[in-house]
Structures are given as C-alpha cells and as structure tokens.
C-alpha cells in the first residue's frame, strides 16, 4: 500500500488489494496459533509446539488480537469460536 501511495497516480488507476486490508484475513501459521490459544496454551508452549522462539509466539497473538479487534488471549478464543475460527 506505501508503494501505491508513494506513486503519483490517481487512485482511480491504483489496484487496491482488498483482502490486504481486512482485518479479520488470518495467516496460517496465524490460524494454527489461534487454535493452540483456544486450547489454552501459553506463548512458551505455542512456541514449544510450533518450533518457534515464545517471543514470536506473542507476536503471532499480538497480530491475532488485532485482527480480531479484541484485548486478550480470552476474547481471541471467544471470538474465533464465535466466527468458527476454531472449534
């Protein structure tokens, strides 16, 4: 999107990926995270699990909460069960 802005064009002629920009489109490895969250599991042991540092871990909860527009792990679980993320 930075590319698209820093051109001079009319956004008229700019192709605007959507699914860029919404907000709830989970990675894989972000989808995989929400799983473990919903299962209760820490960032040391999604970390553990999934082979990456528990820093990455939280990261990968980080981006999650945002895309989902809530606060904490809890309502991560919550709301990928409302919108059948995860079962």
Known sequence: IEVFARQNK?????VILIDL???HQLTTRELSVLQLICLGLTN???G???HI???TARDHVLR???K?????RT???AEAIRQRLAS
């Not at 009319?10 to 700019?14: H, T, V």
């Open 10 to 14: 009319p956004i008229a002629n700019q």
């Open 21 to 23: 920009l919404d907000a």
């Open 44 to 46: 040391r042991e999604i």
């Open 48 to 50: 553990k699990k999934l």
């Open 53 to 55: 540092a528990e820093s």
């Open 64 to 66: 999650i909460s945002h």
């Open 68 to 72: 989902l527009q809530v606060r904490n």
């Open 75 to 77: 309502a991560c679980a």
